[in-house]
């Protein structure tokens, strides 16, 4: 990960950064057209109180109208265009390497609400919403990740919760004459995912700690159906893998967790997010490489944890 990480960066300096360049004189010109137009707007107040004609009010108001409609749509424009571009370019990226490859990429995609139940981690998704949709394969695995963001009506307040914010993974595990499951959720969450505990157990998941590391073991709780072997479906190294990662995202001082499950012949893998990633900001500088490099590291993480299990498999 580190070799990758280092040669993401030298990537990053000649062929992201340029087109951040690019996007920023973008942002910059939008600016400044957004600036001059609110002087104008300003003039145009002024210049109506002044004849204070009812007729010149209906006169200036429809070049008004249509002007805000095309500031509006210019802004909608940067907003729509930034990332896919910046995307599209970490993904050309990661395809570089042998154990990955890309098949499709739609900014406006998402995973179905029903297969992010069927993970079993959730049991909620009242209010869904999804973007970024990236297909493809770790060597012979498919999958499929997007970005989420699901919420529920608050059973005591009148607002909505937050169910889960962050990036979701689905893949084939090419195991198809398994028919129980396996689920592991952080222990820190404990309290808030009881529900998905609850609803594990309705169909014969029990909580196990035998054949899993103790480091493991104090940071997520594992539960799996009686027909499982855990030490046939979690290796040693992807624990240490999920353990390592885990340790960088406490070291940063972040609110980030992972959650996955193995469900019959499937495995579904949730990263959670404590911000929006690569979005971007129309009053401060974009070329930043923080939060590229994070986007990275994150897929990066997510197609790692799915060749461990291609490996197993």
């Known amino acids: 990960m580190h070799n990758s990480y280092h040669d993401f960066r030298q990537f990053y300096n000649q ?8 996007l920023e004189h973008r942002r910059r010109r939008l600016l400044r057209l957004l600036a001059l137009s609110g002087v104008f707007l300003l003039g145009v107040v002024a210049l109506q109180i002044f004849v204070n004609v009812f007729v010149f009010t209906l006169l200036l108001f429809i070049p008004v109208a249509l002007w805000i409609s095309y500031l509006i749509f210019r802004v909608q424009v940067f907003y729509r265009e930034f990332k896919p571009r910046i995307v599209e370019l970490i993904l050309d990226f990661i395809d570089n390497d042998v154990n990955f490859s890309f098949t499709g990429y739609d900014p406006k995609g998402a995973i179905e609400p029903k297969t992010f139940l069927e993970s079993r981690i959730f049991t909620t998704a009242e209010v869904y919403a999804g973007e970024d949709l990236i297909q493809g394969q770790v060597r012979e695995t498919p999958f499929e990740l997007c970005e989420l963001r699901v919420k529920e009506f608050s059973p005591t307040r009148s607002k ?7 990036v979701f993974l689905v893949g084939d595990y090419k195991r198809w004459d398994m028919h129980g499951g396996v689920l592991v959720l952080p222990d820190a969450y404990r309290k808030y995912m009881s529900r998905s505990e609850r609803a594990f157990h ?8 035998e054949n899993l590391l103790p480091e493991f073991e104090v940071f997520f709780d594992t539960y799996a159906t009686p027909d499982i072997r855990v030490q046939d479906v979690i290796s040693e ?39 929006d990633l690569l979005e971007p900001s ?32």
């Open 15 to 22: 062929n992201i950064f340029p087109e951040l360049l690019h």
């Open 282 to 313: 129309l009053f401060a500088n974009n070329a930043n490489f923080e939060t590229i490099g994070e986007f990275f590291s994150d897929i990066r993480l997510l197609l790692e944890l799915m060749l461990d299990v291609d490996v197993m498999n």
């Open 237 to 275: 190294e992807m624990q240490q893998l999920i353990l390592k990662f885990r340790a960088m995202f406490q070291q940063k001082n972040r609110q980030k967790e992972i959650y996955f499950s193995i469900i019959a012949d499937r495995i579904y893998i949730a990263l959670s997010q404590d911000k």
């Open 160 to 166: 909505l919760d937050l169910v889960f914010h962050g």
């Open 202 to 209: 309705l169909v014969g998941g029990r909580r196990v700690k």
